[in-house]
């Protein structure tokens, strides 16, 4: 079984551009969240969707903006990025509540 | 009320010692507590999770106990090994199916 997939694993970006990142679910998983993890901030919720609605949204700036597929692939993009965007971006999916969440490897977003 | 307060920040045991991180939260409705491992540069993976309706709940080395009434639970790490030097996150689910994380704990086992 396939785990999570997010592509690209590492990007640089210039201020100012925007980018779009790809998250894969485990086949079957309709729930797909998104977090961004810097090392003094922990692990930061962006939101999540759940068959192709936006279920939940954390505090991010409307910079900050996601979708998902009828296929369960979900895709993150950050308009007019900034230095402090740069991070690891993670995707995580579950097959539903109260269930693990699998984590993909991540996106390492450096912005310059 | 949403927070999930996780200490200590970083935790350095000896080989063989009990590793112990602590968690806690105010939101009563919060209803699956999951604990976390993550190793650098990888994305975290699921260690050990309990529900309120029971007060421990073991697996191997590690052991998740809960007290309802303080809103406080914890993981121990028995007989802990270099291979368990991680960062461990706590969380809570809340009534939306949101998880809610703690800030981590860096722990350090030295042989």
């Known amino acids: 079984k396939a785990g999570v997939t997010q592509t690209p694993r590492y990007l640089i970006k210039t201020r100012g551009q925007q980018v779009t990142l790809s998250c894969s679910p485990i086949?079957?998983?309709?729930?797909v969240s998104w977090y961004q993890q810097t090392p003094g901030q922990g692990l930061q919720f962006l939101f999540e969707?759940?068959?192709?609605?936006?279920?939940n949204k954390g505090n991010f700036p409307g910079r900050f903006s996601g979708r998902q597929f009828s296929n369960s692939r979900s895709e993150m993009n950050v308009s007019t990025l900034e230095l402090g965007d740069s991070a690891l971006y993670l995707c995580?999916?579950?097959?539903?509540?109260?269930?693990?969440?699998?984590f993909g490897q991540g996106t390492r977003l450096t912005v310059v | 009320q949403q927070q999930v307060k996780q200490s200590p920040q970083s935790l350095i045991v000896q080989k063989g010692g009990i590793s112990i991180i602590n968690c806690a939260y105010e939101?009563?409705?919060?209803?699956?507590f999951p604990w976390y491992q993550q190793f650098p540069g990888k994305g975290p993976a699921l260690l050990i999770a309990?529900?309120?309706d029971v007060s421990e709940k073991k697996e191997g080395r590690f052991t998740i106990s809960f007290n309802k009434s303080a809103k406080q639970f914890s993981l121990h790490i028995m007989d802990s090994q270099p291979g368990d030097s991680a960062t461990y996150f706590c969380?809570?689910?809340?009534?939306?199916?949101?998880?809610?994380w703690g800030a981590g704990t860096k722990l350090i086992i030295k042989p």
């Open positions: 969707y759940f068959s192709e609605t936006q279920r």
């Open positions: 086949s079957g998983h309709r729930s």
């Open positions: 969380a809570a689910e809340d009534s939306n199916y949101q998880l809610i």
């Open positions: 309990i529900r309120p």
């Open positions: 995580a999916s579950s097959l539903r509540y109260n269930t693990e969440a699998f």
């Open positions: 939101n009563t409705a919060f209803d699956y």
